[in-house]
């Protein structure tokens, strides 16, 4: 069974940075899709980015685009979200997810394997 599981965050002050990480369980991703969606209480569940395994295209939320960076390790079947200048919005649980195809990279809705989400909290 596929299994993502997220780490790194925590509590952090504006202006500072923080590694996420998501591991995924033995699975060639070639033809896939591995996003980082992040979502606070009675907000919809929000893109913020995207990398295609095949490639390393990335893909940026408007709203983190200069300041967080996607990247994959193949070797290790990981996929960092280096998030760095964190302001108080960016607080959420951020969720990894991957999915199979090449479209739709930001729809929430089409990503079939979903981690437990880890807790981002940026205070003022």
């Known amino acids: 069974q596929v299994q993502l599981v997220e780490s790194g965050g925590g509590l952090v002050q504006a202006g500072d940075s923080l590694r996420l990480s998501c591991a995924a369980s033995?699975?060639?991703?070639?033809?896939?899709?591995m996003g980082w969606f992040r979502q606070t209480p009675g907000k919809e569940r929000e893109f913020v980015a995207a990398?295609?395994?095949?490639?390393?295209?990335?893909y940026y939320a408007d709203s983190v685009k200069g300041r967080f960076t996607i990247s994959r390790d193949n070797a290790k079947n990981t996929v960092p979200l280096q998030m760095n200048s964190l302001k108080p919005e960016d607080t959420a649980v951020y969720y990894c997810?991957?999915?199979?195809?090449?479209?739709?990279?930001?729809?929430?809705?089409?990503?079939?394997?979903w981690g437990q989400g880890t807790q981002v909290t940026v205070s003022s």
């Open positions: 990398i295609s395994w095949n490639y390393g295209s990335t």
């Open positions: 033995g699975r060639t991703f070639s033809g896939y899709y």
């Open positions: 997810a991957g999915k199979t195809g090449f479209y739709d990279y930001s729809d929430y809705r089409r990503y079939v394997y």
